[in-house]
């Protein structure tokens, strides 16, 4: 059962601020998180701020050779716009790997990325170190499912699939707020627990993420997104991995790659990167590179599986970027 609480829908975006400035005030977007959140008592809300009369925070749209979309924008319009499939492929492939088609229809790219963990303690009826309390419950209990990486006081996990392929894309995201906007790159938008145990993200109060604005892609560029999950219809990430590569002369350019479910945030494999920069895609180098995508990792007693999960993501989607081989003169087509 839902608590008592106010409801307003504002008609301007400066009116939603306002609004949502107000103690106890809390976004309603598309709605798929906050329910939950309320229902289970996750956190409370004197008053729901609706912005679904805020049209001008709908739509995708190319800009400057890059893309912007609007906060309100669906995942499901994410998953199919043309423009996305063509170009960023990480992104289509992430979006259309969230939860169900009903959700998907529901939810908000704003809300994907601005969702709340989905640890069993921080949902259930404990009172946890993120909800005030002193201990983590999955340090010495079920931790199956939580966090191998950036692991201190809390081992939940970043659930989004968008926002891990969106971190690999290098994006940014615009934020209105009581004291005006600013862009802040989506990597530096989320938060780890030493820097934060009470959000996920640097959102203050009354401050709204508008747009998510991702840059126009180099040349001979590619990207993709895979997630392994338990239940294969819908369900939220075991592992997932999002890499974006450019290629120069068939060597690698620029790399970015994103480890989901890792951490409390989308997790840079930046040694991995920096060993795939200047090398060819082959096997030694994909071998190389999973082996560094994980370093550092710190399993917890029941999650070390993800160590070789992630590793296995790693050389799967690198063998699949690779270049494929130049033809030789003489070759026929089958060869």
């Known amino acids: 059962m839902l608590p008592n609480f106010s409801y307003v829908r504002p008609n301007t975006l400066a009116e939603a601020v306002k609004q949502l400035a107000a103690p106890g005030a809390k976004l309603h977007a598309g709605g798929t998180d906050l329910v939950g959140c309320l229902r289970d008592r996750v956190f409370e809300a004197q008053k729901v701020v609706s912005l679904s009369r805020l049209n001008d925070l709908r739509g995708i749209g190319e800009e400057g050779g890059g893309l912007r979309i609007g906060a309100l924008t669906t995942i499901a319009e994410v998953a199919r716009h043309p423009v996305v499939n063509q170009k960023y492929a990480a992104l289509a492939k992430a979006a259309a790997a969230v939860a169900s088609p009903q959700l998907r229809n529901q939810g908000t790219i704003g809300g994907n990325l601005c969702q709340r963990p989905r640890c069993w303690y921080f949902r259930g009826d404990f009172h946890c170190a993120r909800k005030g309390g002193d201990t983590c419950y999955a ?4 931790n199956q499912y939580h966090a191998i990486f950036g692991a201190s006081t809390c081992l939940a996990v970043h659930p989004s699939d968008t926002a891990t392929a969106l971190v690999a894309l290098g994006a940014r995201v615009n934020v209105t707020g009581p004291r005006g906007s600013r862009t802040v790159p989506l990597e530096s938008f989320f938060v780890l627990p030493e820097q934060d145990m009470t959000k996920e993200n640097v ?3 009354g401050e709204i993420l508008t747009e998510v604005l991702v840059p126009a892609p180099p040349a001979d560029f590619v990207s993709t ?3 392994v999950r338990a239940r294969g219809s819908w369900d939220f990430a075991l592992a997932s ?6 290629f120069k002369q068939g060597k690698v350019e620029t790399a970015r790659m994103a480890l989901g479910a890792a951490a ?3 997790w840079r494999a930046k040694d991995a990167e920096k060993l795939l920069v200047g090398s060819k895609v082959d096997p030694k180098t994909i071998g190389l590179a999973a082996a560094a995508a994980v370093k550092g990792a710190a399993p917890l007693e029941h ?3 993800k160590v070789a999960m992630f590793r296995g993501l790693v050389e799967e989607v690198l063998e699949g970027l690779a270049p494929a081989p130049a033809k030789k003169a003489g070759d026929s087509p089958e060869s």
């Open 139 to 142: 340090m010495q209990g079920e």
């Open 203 to 205: 959102l203050e109060p």
């Open 225 to 227: 997104y895979r997630k």
């Open 241 to 246: 991995l999002a890499v974006a590569l450019s």
């Open 264 to 266: 409390l945030t989308p």
């Open 303 to 305: 999650n070390g599986y």
